[in-house]
């Protein structure tokens, strides 16, 4: 496995929770309705009259030790050594969302077909000019950024992520 | 492959670059980048601007086709106005395209009204019987008989005005709850429009204001996050939290319509604690010492007791805005849904005058200079609406002007209330409107009193409706246009940030129909108007109104990323008549800047800032900021709030909508999909009610049936929802909803008393009431 992973890393104080990598992720994608591959959430802090919020983004974070990777009973999903990216095969998918138990960030989806599909960081849509995937693109803040990063720092950044989820 | 990520990973990723906003450069693709990546897929990438909200100036986007169809967007980098982001609306817009709600064919009713039975007409023939009705009407009831609604300003807002114009009628029905009301507000205090520097100040209020939904990817969100990394301290003043004052520094959660209040008492604490500027007083203000003995009364104690805000706190912000180094108020929208609208933006105006704030350009502040009306923005082009041919006569005939007659046409052109227009078909007074074209606006469920309305568009001669899905009333319509999103239009041009740029087609029209603009031109012909509408040419009215510019409508093509505006020797954009000079601080000339009024009196008579305001004096208005309850409300109306004890009160922005559109969009209501009451966890539990459960709002004067969100940042004697909700989902299943009562329209629930629903000055429906809620 690389020491170099490419990982999302998300800028929650300039996150305007505009959903607009939400639903570029939706659009970009065809994803089907009612099932996201990306969300954003907001979440409270504090009580009446000290209270304030802040907003996380969340998809597939592409983990260092994923716990799908583990958790599949049918080795379905993978992580390629040499870019990090953790993909799903969903011809071997049998849909038993093992995989949904194990996920911390609550990522893996189960459309019309049962079977598991999440963020592939547009592996499977990139060509040769690809830039940042649209969830990137479109932010107007720049909350939410892809990078090649070392294993310790994309760690950093899953347990910041991680503490958004569970406060959400 | 993945060049620009390794562009990124050099730069180790960190939030303080050195582009404009402080952030690191956008990743949004260039022409070239979206041409190549469409060419990938075998699709094209055309240059365009999104037209999911909002009037000009709109984002600028690639539309990717494939095989015919509109398939996605992406954000255009070279675009000034949103460098390259998209916000959630602009992403889902080919959904909107092909949603199964939009109408395809021109529809003629031949049931009973509301029953929905219609006959497909063609254009022409629609065309055909609208000027044949208006012709009629004009004959026997005069030009003013006819009314055009138009809730805020909108990209063809201009074409509505030169039809009614050149028709004869002054009958523009603006909503009376948007923009112009501050316009008028500030004017007539300070002589023109102030803008919050952002960039400059230490201290910024954001006061009723929503600066991330409205327009996400331009630059006021931006420029908010950036003023916060900034570390200037930023005061929330909303009964509400959303993400926006989430970050703030100082949340000032007042009830809903009592910001009049809460600018009183802060002018209060100012003036006691001597926190004003005397120099800028002395030199630039009239009538400081008649304030000074007025404001007396209005001690934040008092101010504790009407705006719920702590007397502490609302002395603590005004010590802040009053000592700052230099501190903007950016006031929104929030403040013009109150019968004390006008006295609020007064005194919010006279806070910016008498703390000197208004005088610390380029250190921060508010800066006075151009205006919201018409005319604003980069180059100068020919102005569309002929106001040169107002006259005293037809500001005399309007039905129920938005502002008083002596103060009209304002900066829009002469306008009625959107609501009195409606109003004056079952009073009859001062004579029934016959026609009312709504192009682009619901009234059952974009403006008060929608019992009313629905008995006015019963009785109303004849309706029609111009939109591009169906609509909440079109069952009322005798005529229902549909027309093409501007992804089906290669026009009008935009105009930003000093260049100029041509619309592109993405798509052909989906049915028999066309633009709006080309509703106003091809109905302008029918009448017998053709000189005035290019007879019936959309490229001979580009061309027109580029001709100060030397281009052609071709030529603009010719750019399809925008032409600059520079060498073309066209002048900076000039403010919108009388709303004063573009200059920075230059007092000596904004304050004798000239109304929009037909005799051109000045906005400031002495010249100076009108604290006192002799010109509301004269008319018989207050000429010193008062404060007025709304019509219903906990301290006016204290026996009332026994039985409704809680203040409910509405949005106008969201995330995912514009106004009381796109419902029917299935990426956006996945976010919104239900009509949400925001109620705290302590007001939900003492009524026994749970996240998500039904329930029951009631009012003194309508109910509507909601669900619950349990929402810690609200104050827990107040309750708001988003307005705007009727729309079903097909996709998802979703039905509509009940105009009336049982349904989820706030609008039901509101007074519309005449002598207390309406500030009297400046329209300004309340958009409070008292409430009870229950599960349902």
Request: proline share 7%; aromatic share 8%; hydrophobic share 35%.
């Amino acid at each position: 496995m690389s020491d170099e992973q490419f990982g999302f890393l998300y800028v929650k104080e300039n996150c305007l929770q505009c959903h607009g990598c939400e639903v570029a992720c939706k659009s970009w994608r065809n994803i089907e309705l009612d099932v996201k591959w990306r969300h954003v959430k907001n979440i409270w802090i504090g009580t009446y009259p000290n209270v304030i919020c802040q907003s996380v983004s969340v998809s597939c974070m592409h983990c260092v030790e994923p716990a799908c990777v583990d958790a599949c009973p049918q080795k379905a999903i993978r992580k390629h050594p040499e870019d990090g990216i953790v993909v799903v095969d969903r011809e071997t998918c049998i849909g038993c969302k093992a995989c949904g138990q194990a996920c911390p960030f609550g990522v893996p989806q189960y459309g019309k077909d049962n079977k598991m599909q999440k963020c592939d960081m547009c592996e499977s849509e990139r060509n040769s000019d690809m830039v940042d995937p649209p969830c990137v693109m479109t932010c107007p803040t720049q909350a939410l950024l892809l990078s090649k990063m070392d294993v310790a720092r994309k760690r950093d950044a899953e347990k910041s992520v991680k503490a958004l989820v569970d406060a959400a | 492959m993945l060049d620009r990520r390794s562009f990124l990973n050099s730069m180790g990723v960190s939030v303080c670059g050195t582009s404009l906003y402080g952030l690191p450069p956008f990743s949004a693709y260039t022409l070239n980048e979206a041409m190549a990546a469409a060419k990938g897929d075998g699709e094209r990438a055309i240059p365009t601007f999104c037209g999911m909200c909002g009037p000009s100036s709109g984002c600028g986007i690639y539309a990717f086709v494939k095989n015919g169809r509109f398939i996605r967007v992406s954000g255009m980098k070279e675009c000034p106005t949103n460098q390259g982001a998209i916000c959630a609306k602009g992403q889902a817009a080919p959904q909107w395209v092909y949603s199964p709600a939009r109408l395809k064919t021109p529809l003629k009713r031949i049931g009973a009204k509301g029953e929905g039975k219609f006959q497909e007409i063609t254009w022409n023939e629609a065309i055909g019987i609208i000027a044949e009705k208006l012709k009629e009407q004009k004959k026997k009831f005069g030009p003013e008989s006819l009314a055009m609604l138009s809730p805020a300003r909108r990209s063809y807002s201009d074409y509505m005005q030169r039809f009614l114009i050149v028709h004869g009628s002054p009958n523009y029905g603006h909503s009376g709850i948007c923009a112009m009301q501050r316009g008028f507000a500030f004017s007539y205090t300070l002589g023109g429009q102030p803008m919050c520097d952002y960039q400059g100040s230490d201290v910024l209020i954001i006061w009723g204001k929503q600066p991330f939904y409205s327009g996400p990817a331009q630059s006021g969100a931006r420029n908010y996050i950036a003023a916060k990394k900034r570390g200037a301290k930023i005061i929330a003043i909303k009964p509400s939290i959303e993400p926006d004052s989430g970050m703030a520094d100082i949340w000032v959660p007042l009830r809903p319509g009592t910001d009049a209040a809460l600018a009183l008492s802060m002018l209060n604490v100012i003036i006691k604690e001597d926190l004003i500027d005397a120099s800028f007083v002395e030199k630039y203000c009239y009538g400081y010492d008649k304030l000074r003995e007025h404001i007396q009364k209005y001690s934040p104690e008092w101010g504790e007791k009407v705006t719920g805000v702590p007397a502490k706190q609302i002395q603590e912000v005004a010590r802040i805005y009053a000592t700052a180094k230099g501190a903007g108020i950016d006031l929104g929208n929030g403040v013009e849904h109150a019968p004390s609208a006008n006295d609020a933006i007064r005194a919010v105006a006279i806070l910016m005058a008498v703390t000197g704030n208004l005088n610390r350009t380029g250190g921060g502040g508010n800066r006075l200079g151009g205006g919201m009306g018409p005319g604003g923005g980069a180059g100068s082009t020919k102005s569309v609406n002929l106001k040169e041919r107002y006259t005293q006569e037809m500001v005399d005939k309007l039905v129920g002007p938005e502002f008083p007659k002596v103060f009209q046409p304002f900066l829009e052109g002469t306008s009625s209330a959107y609501y009195r227009i409606l109003d004056s078909v079952l009073t009859e007074k001062p004579y029934p409107i016959r026609t009312v074209i709504a192009p682009g606006t619901q009234p059952t469920v974009s403006t008060r009193g929608t019992k009313r309305v629905i008995e006015a568009l019963r009785k109303l001669d004849f309706y029609v409706v111009v939109d591009v899905t169906r609509t909440a009333d079109m069952n009322y319509a005798d005529i229902v246009l549909p027309t093409a999103t501007v992804y089906e239009s290669d026009h009008p041009f935009e105009l930003m940030g000093g260049s100029i740029m041509a619309r592109s087609r993405v798509i052909d029209p989906l049915g028999s129909y066309k633009s709006i603009f080309e509703f106003f031109l091809d109905l302008g012909v029918a009448m017998g108007y053709g000189e005035d509408f290019w007879h019936g040419s959309m490229t001979a009215c580009m061309n027109d109104l580029l001709s100060p510019l030397n281009l052609t409508i071709d030529q603009v093509r010719e750019n399809p990323l925008g032409k600059s505006l520079q060498a073309s020797g066209g002048a900076p954009g000039g403010p919108g008549p009388g709303s004063g000079g573009g200059g920075r601080g230059n007092f000596e000339s904004i304050f004798q800047a000239k109304s929009s009024r037909l005799d051109g009196a000045p906005y400031l008579p002495q010249g100076k800032v009108a604290i006192y305001n002799t010109t509301f004096e004269k008319e018989g208005y207050n000429p010193l900021p008062e404060w007025r309850e709304p019509p219903e409300s906990v301290t006016g109306t204290p026996d009332l709030a026994k039985k409704y004890p809680l203040t409910l009160s509405d949005y106008h922005t969201s995330k995912c909508y514009t106004a009381s559109w796109q419902r029917n969009v299935p990426y956006l209501r996945e976010v919104q999909p239900y009509p949400m009451l925001h109620i705290h966890p302590d007001a939900a539990a003492a009524r026994g009610i749970k996240n998500d459960d039904w329930i029951v709002v009631e009012s003194p004067h309508g109910w509507m049936k909601v669900r619950a969100e349990l929402y810690p940042g609200i104050r827990p004697d107040t309750v708001m929802i988003l307005h705007g909700w009727w729309q079903g989902c097909n996709e998802l299943g979703l039905e509509d909803l009940p105009i009336g009562d049982g349904g989820a329209n706030v609008n039901n629930l509101y007074s519309v008393d005449p002598d207390k629903a309406f500030d009297p000055l400046i329209t300004a429906m309340s958009s409070q009431t008292l409430v009870e809620v229950r599960k349902a």
